[in-house]
T-cell receptor, first 117, second 110 residues
Framework: NAGVTQTPKFRILKIGQSMTLQCAQD?????MYWYRQDPGMGLKLIYY???????DKGEVPNGYNVSRSTTEDFPLRLELAAPSQTSVYFC????????????????FGPGTRLTVL | DAKTTQPPSMDCAEGRAANLPCNHS???????VYWYRQIHSQGPQYIIH???NNETNEMASLIITEDRKSSTLILPHATLRDTAVYYC???????????FGTGTRLKVLA
């Protein structure tokens, strides 16, 4: 299993440009997440999904959009990039199961480092 | 949503136990506490989680106070490879939504 994969690893955008960060998992997990991590800070939840066709906002959703058309993929769309979106973006997935079980482990991808100039 | 508070940094001698505290005084009765760690700039790695009983696995032990307002992650014999940022996280009740805090930067000293 490849686990959680993210592309690209690095990207530089100009202000106002748009892009899609790709995330895929091959573990048949229902739950997927997007986080951002600013330098020296913890992770902030942007959006999450509990299954194909179902998404919900996290703590910092403004400026982002997501879709979940398949179980495997959960792309994050940035429209009109701004310098405040310079960050490292992590995608994660989690299996479904009882709350008190090993299904509760989130598996993280390697991250995408985005710079907006 | 329940918030967590952790000290920003701690040092620990190699081979000694590392005790990382976390305050979650606003936690509700059915919210779980999770611990993850992040080494360098890699994606976070799951360590352990619990509700109200103490938990132990091959990586660490989790001690939760009886009133559930705080918890402690214990790495019994810290090694240099345990140097990382450790996050104490509460999952929002009834959801699969997780709120990360700012974490504790643990430095294990040789």
């Amino acid at each position: 299993n490849a686990g959680v994969t993210q592309t690209p690893k690095f990207r530089i955008l100009k202000i106002g440009q748009s892009m899609t960060l790709q995330c895929a998992q091959d573990m048949n997990h229902n739950y997927m997440y997007w986080y951002r991590q600013d330098p020296g800070m913890g992770l902030k939840l942007i959006y999450y999904s509990v299954g194909a066709g179902i998404t919900d906002k996290g703590e910092v959703p403004n400026g982002y959009n997501v879709s979940r058309s398949t179980t495997e993929d959960f792309p994050l769309r940035l429209e009109l990039a701004a310098p405040s979106q310079t960050s490292v973006y992590f995608c994660a997935s989690q299996g479904q199961g009882p709350f008190h079980s090993s299904y509760n482990e989130q598996f993280f991808g390697p991250g995408t480092r985005l710079t907006v100039l | 949503d329940a918030k967590t508070t952790q000290p920003p940094s701690m040092d620990c001698a190699e081979g000694r136990a590392a005790n990382l505290p976390c305050n979650h005084s606003t936690i509700s009765g059915n919210e779980y506490v999770y611990w993850y760690r992040q080494i360098h700039s890699q994606g976070p790695q799951y360590i352990i989680h619990g509700l109200k009983n103490n938990e132990t696995n091959e990586m660490a032990s989790l001690i939760i106070t009886e009133d559930r307002k705080s918890s402690t992650l214990i790495l019994p014999h810290a090694t240099l490879r345990d140097t990382a940022v450790y996050y104490c996280i509460v999952r929002v009740a009834g959801t699969y939504k997780y709120i990360f805090g700012t974490g504790t930067r643990l430095k294990v000293l040789a």
